[in-house]
C-alpha cells in the first residue's frame, strides 16, 4: 500500500502551528502571540516602547485580526482551523499582508545594530527567541544568505519568508526557518 506524501506547505504551518502555540495548549490565541512579541522584546533587550516593539506588536495584532477573519468566528485556533485560516490570510492581501508585514518588522528588531542586514549573531538571537536548538539551525543563515556575502540582507529575508509560506520546495531556504523537513 502506498502512503500519501504530506502536502510541503502543511508539513511548514505545522512547524509554525507548534512554535506559536506557546503554552503547548493545542490552540493558538492572541495570548501566544503577546508571548512571541515578549520574546522577541526580551530577547533582542529592546524596551516595550522602542518604535521596532511597536510595530512588531502592531504587525501581530494584524495578523492575528486576519487569522480570525478567515476562522469563522473562533477566537482560539485548532492546528486545523490554524492551517486553514493561515493558508486564506496568506494569499488574501486585501487588508493586510502577513506574508509580508510580520517579517518586515520581524527583520527591523533583528537588525539590532540597524545597518539594514542580518549578521550571523543577529540570526542565532532569532533562533534563541523562537527556541531553535537544532545544531543544523544556523545552516538556515547560508541558505538565506542568498549572495553569499556573510549577510542576509531585507530582501532576502522577505523573499524567504513567502518561500515559507507558498514554495512547495522543502529545501528552499524559506522552507528552513524553524529547521529542515522532509517529505
Partial sequence: MATATA??????LDQLFTATDTDGDGYVDWSDHQRIVDRYVSGYKIDKSDRRAKALLISYQMQWTELLRHADGVNRLSREQYHLATRAASVDTSRFNM????PHAIFDLMDTDEDNVIGKSEFKQYLEVWNVTDPSAMDAFAALDLDGDGVISRQEFIRAAREFFYSPDLEAPGSLFFGRLSA
Avoid: A, L, N, R
Avoid at 502536502?7 to 511548514?12: A, S, Y
Avoid at 506574508?99 to 510580520?102: D, L, S, T, Y
Fill in 7 to 12: 502536502d510541503p506547505i502543511t508539513m511548514k
Fill in 99 to 102: 506574508v509580508e508585514g510580520v
